[in-house]
């Protein structure tokens, strides 16, 4: 069974790439399976035994013919989507028909569901009606979450036909003392971290705020901003990195807070959760998606704290007083404070990230895709 998977890959700075490559990764252990990658432009080509990348459209062309011309030898096509991606034109539509045409089992995962009611711009008034069209043209749907599920549900596509596998969880378990030292971070206290891009989004204001009750609790306590600002970062973002480093000194928490402001490399990962006590995701998110940074924070076995917003919703399944009201700073640096403080509340949420950590490993989540594509599902 040769299966080619349409999406972005590695060395792109992508995060459907990572995904997608962590499928790869646990797949290719499997003797039934050969491999290709029919990669967007900017990934790494590689022809190996049972594994090859081929790196040939751009999401700024008319991809289909590309994508067409490199599926011809194989069994099943899985589409990865991500609306920035493959945009809100007919090209994907056209290239699921020629799919068709070709007598090629599609399977597409749709990493994100933006609601209409909370779709902005014209152009994305659009995208319920593009990911319903996907839908209905691919032969099988994986998604993340109940939520996901319920809307395609709503959008006519029979419940049959949908599958959820949770996003995937990289086990990781760097000690403490081992990360902080490596980065650079103080050996001592408590470290509540914040993960990833800065955008204004992410309510970083509002973990100050965290931290400065927390202190009033806990005393010897910091928060790590771990990353920078992306890669064409906009006005906006620049200018809330100012606005961050003002409120630090308004607040009195230049000695408390670490802010390098760089990006991530992957190889720091590990150690930067590694490092954490807690992990905070105040983060404003109305579509129906999952964060990768969640996935990798519980991978550490490291409580997490987030915003009660759809895309963390699935933190209930560790715990649901671990999700807090948006803007609710008191609520988050109290929770917080619990876990700190409370040992039997702490060995609860960690005993729990652990089984929720396992359930959805890496290895169970491959196991998954490959039960769909051998038809045991």
Known sequence: MKIAYVSTYLPQQCGIATYT?????????????????????????????????????DRNENYVDKIISNIKDVDIVHIQHEYGIY??????????????????????????????QFAKGEVLMMAENCVKEIAELADEVIVHLESQKAILERLGIPSEKIHI??????????????????????????????????????DLDVSLEVLKEVKEEVGDVYLFIAGGIPPGASKEAKDYVETL?????????????????????????????????IVLFPHYHEDRSVSGSLHLAIGAKKPVIAYRMPKFEEVKNISDELLVLPDNTTGIAKTAIRIFTDKEFEHYILERTEQYRRTTSWPVTVRKHLRLYLGVD
């Open 165 to 202: 596998i949770p996003h995937g969880t990289e086990l990781s378990n760097e000690s403490k003392k081992k990360s902080r030292v490596l980065l650079n971070l103080p050996e001592e206290g408590k470290i509540m971290t914040v993960f990833g891009f800065i955008n204004p989004f992410k």
């Open 87 to 116: 945009k809100l034109d007919d090209r994907l539509p056209t290239l699921l028909k020629q799919l068709k045409t070709e007598r090629k089992r599609t399977i597409i995962t749709i990493h994100c569901i933006t609601p209409l």
């Open 245 to 277: 480093r003002e409120r630090i000194k308004e607040l009195g928490l230049s000695d408390s807070v670490i802010f390098p402001n760089r990006f991530i490399p992957n190889e720091e990962i590990p150690y930067i959760f590694g490092a954490s006590d």
């Open 21 to 57: 490559d962590y499928v790869i990764c646990g797949l290719k252990v499997s003797p039934l399976v050969d491999i290709k990658v029919v990669a967007e432009k900017g990934a790494l080509p590689v022809k190996q035994d049972k594994f090859e990348v081929v790196p040939c459209w």
